[in-house]
């Protein structure tokens, strides 16, 4: 069984830029879940969906941060402008309901 | 704050020996406990988990023991092998909500 998808693994942009990241979770998974992990902590969670549904965005910097799960399968986060502070890997896991989270290998962003 | 913590930051283990990592937790009312691997580059990995109506599963080469009267949690890996090097995270839910990560701890086994 494929695990969690994430690309692209890494990003590097000048602050400012806009940038992207795409995630495809397990089939039939209908829990996704985004996660910014900073270098030497844990991960800490941006936003949670069900199905297609934000339903625990607090932790999401809704100034520059958004995210979408359209059709409740793939999601993609965005964040535009990025800042400096934004260098992290940023993380996506998915789950059946509130069952185990599997993660993907995430994408490294460094902010120049 | 953080209400999960690792009381050691990094841990240095024989190749072939026993592991123990240590995790406190502040929430009296979580009430579902995981154990997740970071290999560098990768995400984490989920390796076992309990809940808190238990104080001790086991699973391959790997136990956690609960003590909720302490609020402590700890991962025990028998016979350490050189992929066993790693961050280990626990992680708690309270009330089938957010996932809580604590620091880490990188555990090198020594050959």
């Known amino acids: 069984e494929a695990g969690v998808v994430q690309s692209p693994r890494y990003k590097i942009i000048e602050k400012k830029q806009p940038v992207a990241f795409w995630c495809n979770p397990i089939s039939g998974h209908n829990t996704l879940y985004w996660y910014r992990q900073n270098l030497g902590q844990g991960p800490e969670l941006l936003i949670r969906y069900e199905n297609e549904e934000a339903v625990d965005d607090s932790q999401l910097p809704k100034d520059r941060f958004s995210a979408e799960r359209l059709k409740g399968v793939d999601s993609t986060l965005k964040i535009q402008p990025a800042e400096l502070g934004d260098s992290a890997v940023y993380l996506c896991?998915?789950?059946?309901?509130?069952?185990?989270?599997?993660f993907g290998p995430g994408t490294r962003l460094t902010v120049l | 704050g953080e209400s999960v913590g690792l009381h050691l930051p990094t841990l240095s283990v024989q190749e072939g020996d026993n592991s123990i990592i240590n995790c406190a937790y502040s929430n009296s009312a979580s009430d579902y406990f995981i154990w997740y691997k970071q290999e560098s580059g990768k995400g984490p990995q989920f390796i076992i988990d309990i809940r808190s109506n238990m104080d001790k599963r086991q699973g391959q080469r790997v136990t956690v023991l609960l003590n909720k009267t302490v609020k402590h949690l700890s991962l025990q890996i028998a016979a350490t092998q050189p992929g066993d090097s790693a961050v280990y995270f626990c992680?708690?839910?309270?009330?089938?909500?957010?996932?809580?990560f604590g620091t880490g701890t990188r555990l090198t086994i020594i050959p």
């Open positions: 896991a998915s789950s059946m309901f509130t069952d185990t989270q599997y």
């Open positions: 992680a708690e839910i309270v009330r089938n909500e957010k996932l809580t």
